[in-house]
């Protein structure tokens, strides 16, 4: 008996801890995206759109290292 009630609250917990919250909109506006990405002819450089849902978005310009060259905040280009 004592192994059978071991086992059904093993069972349980980890049933509980395996739940994952559910999107909703709100969930979608607070990601990020990578857009306008590009590659320099040599490979050093790395550019690159963040847009941050329907908020602004940043330019990055990072090294092969991956360090931060250029962060520029607000750039779209609107045509």
Do not use: A
């Not at 008996?1 to 801890?17: A, G, R």
């Not at 506006?29 to 002819?41: G, P, T």
């Not at 940043?58 to 905040?73: A, Q, R, T, V």
């Amino acid at each position: 008996m004592k192994n059978l009630f071991c086992y059904l609250l093993v069972f349980l917990s980890l049933n509980l801890l395996g739940q994952k919250k559910i999107l909703d909109h709100p969930d979608f506006d607070i990601w990020n995206s990578i857009q306008r990405s590009n590659i320099s002819s040599s490979g050093d450089y790395v550019i690159y759109s963040l847009v941050k849902g329907e908020k602004n978005s940043e330019l990055k310009i990072k090294d092969y290292d991956g360090n931060l060259i250029l962060k520029h905040d607000r750039s779209e280009n609107n045509r």
